[in-house]
Nanobody, 124 residues
Framework: QVQLVESGGGLVQAGGSLRLSCTASGRTFSGYAMAWFRQAPGKEREFVAT????????DYVDSVKGRFTISRDNAKNTVILQMNSLKPEDTAVYYC?????????????????WGQGTQVSVSS
């Protein structure tokens, strides 16, 4: 079983930065793509960013390109989402997810393990 635990959320003013961390338990981390999703109140959960198992390949939703950076440290079973130039529309619960074996993408159904989420609130 894999457990994912997110941390680093909080309240920040527009233009500020936050750094989200996701730590995975177990040995099955380094061979899988990882991703961050988010869900705002009353909206569907949406893809934010993903990173390949090696860390070489990354992809982002258009709305965060140039502001967010995803990275990973396989030795520490950790994936990071650095969020800069935050906007009020970035307010959401952010979830870390592990991809199914062999998958890499932006669809919810490509991920089989999820964290409990961490709240990010951006004030204007």
């Amino acid at each position: 079983q894999v457990q994912l635990v997110e941390s680093g959320g909080g309240l920040v003013q527009a233009g500020g930065s936050l750094r989200l961390s996701c730590t995975a338990s177990g040995r099955t981390f380094s061979g899988y793509a990882m991703a961050w999703f988010r869900q705002a109140p009353g909206k569907e959960r949406e893809f934010v960013a993903t990173i390949s198992w090696s860390g070489v390949r990354t992809d982002y939703v258009d709305s965060v390109k140039g502001r967010f950076t995803i990275s990973r440290d396989n030795a520490k079973n950790t994936v990071i989402l650095q969020m800069n130039s935050l906007k009020p529309e970035d307010t959401a619960v952010y979830y870390c997810a592990r991809a199914k074996a062999g998958y890499y993408g932006s669809s919810l159904d490509e991920y089989d393990y999820w964290g409990q989420g961490t709240q990010v609130s951006v004030s204007s």
